[in-house]
């Protein structure tokens, strides 16, 4: 009795560790008695096709790979507003005073926490996307990721979604050596009350949260080509230009000959008449009629 108390308290007192893995995209390996393509059954099936509708959302807007940690239930309630409030000032709403009831909501970001095995499965038989630049932009990171599709691709929304991630959860503070070796010394240390249970303390969270890549209709985009792809005009802007561009040699063309019209032509013709004639004197020949 006393050594299964003594087992329990050993294994209270050591910290819960979630195991983490990274999305891997590499061709499956058979084992034996099981055959390809591997099919999913029950939680992992209802999980493989719900990534299959998130990836195929990624053809009309982008998919950012967030890789995340030491999230509490709150923080991440906190995250997904900070994300709404950037999307919806970065695209007005549409509703209007005048009929606030037939106005259909606007389609928002969802972010999604994934299990790594089978992403990995979906991403592997998702058309279109090159693996090879996937394992890349993964690399070796391990543990927990998410994902966050946007409902259309609009760079000044995703910009704003880029700059909020980066203002709800800032960047860690690399620790000095003072401080690394003084947590060593107190992990180290000998307990003040020998011979007695340690108290338990509340871990602190210090929230991580870090873009990977994304995936914008079907190429891989590593975060410095995102973050350039977020500063693009948008698609109305660019058509504008586009028709600017086209339109611009025919205005050049449409200007002149405005001008040479009504008595800028007859002036025009008067005086090649008057050209004509001056050359005509000079050489003796009579002048053209």
Known sequence: ???????????????????????????????????????????????????????????????????????????????RRDIITASN???????????????????QPT??????????????????????QVDTMIGDSTGTFAVLLLPSFHPPQLNAIL?????????????????????????????????????????????????VGALVEGKVFLPAGIKDVSQLPTLDTLRAQIVGLLSAPGMQIAGVLSQASGGHLARTLEGLKKGLEEDAAASGTAPPS
């Not at 690394?180 to 969270?205: M, S, Y």
């Open 111 to 132: 972010l999604t926490f994934i299990r790594t095995s089978i992403f990995g499965a979906a991403l592997r038989e998702f058309p279109g996307v090159n693996l090879a």
């Open 89 to 107: 000032r970065a695209i007005p709403s549409p509703v209007s005073a005048a009929t606030p009831a037939t106005s259909e909501p606007q389609p």
């Open 163 to 211: 700059r909020s991630l980066e203002r709800s959860v800032p960047m860690r503070r690399p620790k000095t050596p003072e401080e690394i070796k003084k947590e060593q010394q107190e992990k180290n240390a000998d307990p003040e009350t020998p011979g007695r249970r340690v108290k338990r303390q509340r871990r602190v969270l210090q929230p991580e949260l870090k873009l």
């Open 1 to 79: 009795m006393q050594t299964r108390c003594s087992s329990w308290l050993a294994t209270a007192q050591t910290p819960f560790a979630s195991r983490g893995y990274a999305i891997s995209v590499k061709p499956a390996h058979i084992l034996p008695g099981k055959k390809l393509p591997r099919v999913f059954k029950d939680k992992k099936a209802f999980q493989y096709n719900w990534y299959r509708r998130i990836l195929d959302g990624s053809r009309d807007g982008p998919l950012l790979i967030l890789h995340h940690d030491q999230f509490s239930a709150n923080r991440l309630v906190q995250l």
